[in-house]
């Protein structure tokens, strides 16, 4: 015979079900997987090269070919645009919101207003598990390529500012890419 709780605990397990299953069914389009692709030649080996409004950062690997990412990137009007280097990296990176995206929006990151409080690094953290840091002539620009807490961002253009790639594709180029390795936004 069922108790009352045993009927409670399965009739939430199942309401609840459908959601587990659909966050842990998702699949990225398969344009935005990793995959190795021909680029123009005139971009050297070693660089990155973001095209935003694609949606896809390069690493070119040799002369004519890189590995493409798909990426999420910034709002319009938070985008960075330029060149940097990437001078800073780390694995499981904690995280606190600039003070330009708390005055945006304080109901977001209310936890960090008038405090010190800094996110621990870990699989909850919005940087995800590794960020790569972009510096322009010695200065952090406060833009990152780092992974992501919500997957469902890569191929739009909905973070404030950021490249965000999967967790398993930020950790592949984290590996293939050096300290001082150029970036370019275009």
């Not at 985008?79 to 280097?85: I, K, P």
């Amino acid at each position: 015979m069922f108790s009352r709780r045993y009927f409670i605990a399965a009739a939430a397990a199942g309401l609840a079900a459908p959601s587990i299953a659909s966050a842990q069914a998702f699949k990225i389009d398969p344009i935005f997987q990793p995959q190795n692709v021909r680029i123009k030649a005139a971009v050297q080996p070693g660089q990155i090269l973001i095209l935003p409004r694609a949606h896809f950062l390069y690493h070119v690997t040799t002369p004519g070919v890189a590995r493409r990412y798909g990426v999420g990137v910034g709002k319009a009007g938070l985008e960075f645009t330029g060149t940097a280097n990437i001078a800073v990296k780390k694995e499981w990176p904690t995280w606190r919101p600039t003070d330009e995206m708390i005055e945006r929006e304080p109901d977001a990151y209310k936890k960090f207003i008038d405090n010190d409080y800094v996110e621990p690094g870990g699989p909850s953290n919005p940087l995800g598990a590794r960020a790569l840091y972009l510096f322009q002539n010695g200065r952090d620009t406060y833009f990152r390529i780092h992974g992501t807490t919500a997957p469902r961002s890569i191929g739009r253009s909905v973070s404030n500012g950021c490249i965000r790639m999967l967790n398993e594709h930020v950790k592949e180029l984290y590996e293939r890419v050096p300290i001082g390795t150029v970036v370019t936004v275009l």
